[in-house]
């Protein structure tokens, strides 16, 4: 099987029956889809590896029906976010920075050496400053909004619910803020490559 369907070895019944260096392939791979959406969601090297293993743990353990390779990829995601999302919940103390994948431009996901990856924290840690910044400019209702989808890790519903409008209204109004950080921010930053 050649590397770019590797991740199709995931539905295999018997993952540990193939040969550990497949399998380390395989998990390279699988890390390398998810590690740059997991790194930014909760900003720590360490829990981002802890979340890697575990919802690679889940993967293997459940196996996915799929037809393709992208099918894979969505459902693999989908695991990987809910799992993310889990450890959130579970730590909501060290949920006090924006979900920055929904303002950051550039989802793309390769390889680092050491060096790239502590200026790439660096850089990450100026940008997650300078948007907590912003989110002080913005109107105060726009600002509550962010603070609880984000800090306190609430849903649209739970939100709406608090709220006593509609979910409808929530993402409106979260879409209208986002927009408003992420103007600022590619103003500052410029266009993401």
Sequence with gaps: MDLENILLLLTSSNFSALDITIQRSVYREFYTLVYR???QMVKDHAATEDIIQEAFLK???NVPIVDNETQLKSWLKVVVRNTTYNYIRKNKKNC?????DNVFLDNNI????DAEMIEDHIEMKMMADMIGRYLQDLKPEFRCLIEMRWKNCMSYKEIAEELHTSE?????KLHRARNSIKKRFIKEWGESK
């Design 59 to 61: 993967v293997i353990r």
């Design 168 to 172: 409808d209204s929530i993402k409106y």
């Design 96 to 100: 006090n920075q924006i979900d920055s």
């Design 110 to 113: 390769a390889y680092a050496t």
């Design 37 to 39: 959406v997991v790194i």
